[in-house]
């Protein structure tokens, strides 16, 4: 379980073009391939009734097809990667510990959905999760989740994805609603887009 929470915590979408004849959830999908990496700042907020004030961090991401990288800068650095079938982090020392995700069908199905994001697979993606709502409203859009899946219900309840589309659509903004009532939620800002991880990014990506 433990495996699951820290993949829900890493799900996460990507940018895209905006469209001349308007933004729709397949449109959306069969353009997130368009950029390979895409990287910015983060701010998250976790909240949870057995909390008196909310835990925040902030720090830098990195979001590709081969995986997912967390570097949390305040107030502690450390750093957390996500692949297909391993989450992978790392101390401000350096020491690399390893979770494997390989033989955890809960995990591989979280995993296998995040990767969809990032293929522009949709199909990949409705298999564990309901789309529960696309809603465009002028420059803005969201796109509501929830799961499938008993065993990853048990833990999730929804994920709330929302951006803008101006010259440019954007992701902005995430929320992460677990069945316990803990939320977390991310700020996205600074998006640069590329076609190649640095040879770094792929040291943290790999175990």
């Given at each position: 379980?433990k ?28 353009s ?5 990496v ?15 004030r ?24 450390s ?20 979770l ?52 990853i ?6 994920i ?9 659509a ?38």
């Open positions: 379980m495996s699951l929470k820290l993949a829900i915590a890493l799900f996460t979408a990507l940018a895209f073009p905006v469209f001349s004849d308007g933004i729709s959830l397949d449109s959306v999908f069969s997130l391939t368009e950029n390979s895409t990287s910015g700042d983060f701010s998250q907020e976790k909240t949870s009734p057995k909390l008196k909310p835990l925040k961090s902030s720090g830098k991401f990195v979001f590709s097809k081969d995986g997912i990288i967390w570097q949390t800068l305040k107030p502690f650095p750093t957390m990667a996500v692949t297909n079938d391993a989450i992978i982090q790392m101390g401000a020392d350096g020491k690399k510990s390893v494997d995700g390989s033989s955890n069908e809960v995990f591989k199905s979280v995993s296998a959905s995040i990767s969809s994001l990032f293929s522009g697979n949709r199909a990949v993606l409705e298999e564990y999760f309901k789309i529960r709502s696309f809603n465009v409203n002028g420059s803005k859009w969201s796109l509501s989740l929830s799961p499938k899946d008993a065993t219900s048990g833990t999730l309840k929804d709330e994805i929302s951006g803008t589309a101006d010259e440019k954007v992701l902005d903004s995430m929320k992460i609603v677990q069945s316990d009532s803990n939320t977390t939620s991310y700020k996205l800002s600074n998006q640069s887009y590329r076609q190649e991880l640095t040879t770094n990014e792929k040291s943290l990506l790999s175990k």
